[in-house]
């Protein structure tokens, strides 16, 4: 069972060590921008990895269109938009904020508001049907718990 | 009453949205490059590799670029769709033989049938990334003054052909 189960995690393994090729970076900070761009470029094959991940064909091509920029000497932004102006800001995991992204950026924000306002709404409504809200005074209640009171008080 | 109101009204903007999500084509993103100049390019040609084309040669005709491999699996399923457009004798269209080794290309021609006028080698993918490239086969119509006017991905169909891209040929040849 042993056996089994290792060589099924052994096997499913080998996409991870497929997807990285050796590159070599005679400048570190070049290395952490090579990093830090394919973790944020899309594979557009298999749309849901970046390209650091993925082993498709597209993605090591893209790898290789980085690293080569990167060698040539370009910025971090004339690379993601060399890859913008090909594939479009799908392209990137951290699309700019513009007018035909705006949904996708303010979209959660919206929804967190009015859930926001929901709740308020909701909970207020609720604490005025149970008679907690201390503005709300029963008078034919209280004139029972005076008289209760002073009864008490007789005694 | 609004309290009844209200959960309906979400779900018919949830449904709305959903109904949206599940017609799209996720396969299908918009290209930046419609309506931009087409991105240069000078290849050697499939069937005499010591002569290239270049792009600038094309200037003043309508002319597509279809995307092909012989691995591609979907190039096969347009492929005689594509034969028939070229019989109609309509069009220059130009075969970009993306990622593939040349005996294989031919080889591919010479049984399916060739319907490309010039087929261009891309053995690197360097051209069907400027293309903005990302699965074979893809569909690129260009007009006269060398301007990509639109972009298929995937198989083109049956009706696509007769409906799309013939009509669209048939107007960018008619503008000058």
């Known amino acids: 069972m042993l056996v089994f189960r290792t060589l099924v995690l052994l096997i499913l393994s080998f996409n991870c060590f497929a997807a990285v090729e050796y590159r070599k970076f005679s400048d570190p900070q070049q290395e952490q921008s090579y990093k830090t761009l394919i973790a944020e470029i899309r594979c557009l094959v298999c749309q849901n990895q970046t390209i650091a991940d993925s082993n498709a064909d597209l993605a090591k091509d893209l790898r290789r269109q980085v690293y080569e920029m990167l060698q040539e000497g370009k910025s971090q932004v004339e690379i993601a938009d060399f890859m913008t102006d090909r ?20 979209g959660p924000v919206v929804f967190l508001l009015i859930g926001l306002l929901t709740l308020i709404l909701y909970s207020r409504k609720k604490r005025r049907d149970n008679g907690l809200d201390s503005n709300v005074v029963d008078k034919e209640k209280q004139v029972k718990v005076k008289a209760l009171l002073e009864e008490g008080e007789q005694l | 009453m609004l309290k009844y109101i209200l959960p309906l009204l979400l779900f018919i903007v949830m449904a709305i949205f959903l109904a949206m999500g599940l017609s799209l084509n996720p396969r299908d993103i918009p290209s930046p490059l419609i309506n931009k100049a087409a991105p240069d390019f000078s290849l050697p040609i499939l069937a005499e590799p010591e002569k290239t084309l270049s792009k600038n040669e094309l200037l003043g005709k309508v002319w597509l670029l279809n995307v092909w491999a012989s691995w591609c699996g979907s190039c096969r399923q347009e492929h005689p769709i594509f034969n028939q457009l070229a019989k109609k004798n309509l069009v220059t269209i130009i075969g970009l033989n993306y990622k593939d080794e040349a005996p294989n290309a031919k080889q591919w021609l010479s049984q399916l049938g060739n319907p490309y006028n010039v087929s261009i080698m891309d053995q690197e993918g360097r051209t069907g990334m400027d293309y903005g490239v990302y699965g074979v ?18 198989p083109v169909s049956v009706s696509d052909m007769q409906t799309l891209l013939i009509p669209l040929i048939s107007q960018l040849k008619a503008e000058i």
């Open chain 2, 137 to 154: 086969p893809e569909t690129f119509v260009i007009d006269k003054k060398g301007v990509i006017r639109y972009k298929h991905t995937g």
């Open chain 1, 87 to 106: 594939y479009g800001d799908f392209v990137l995991y951290n699309p700019p904020f513009k007018a035909k992204t705006g949904l996708l950026w303010l």
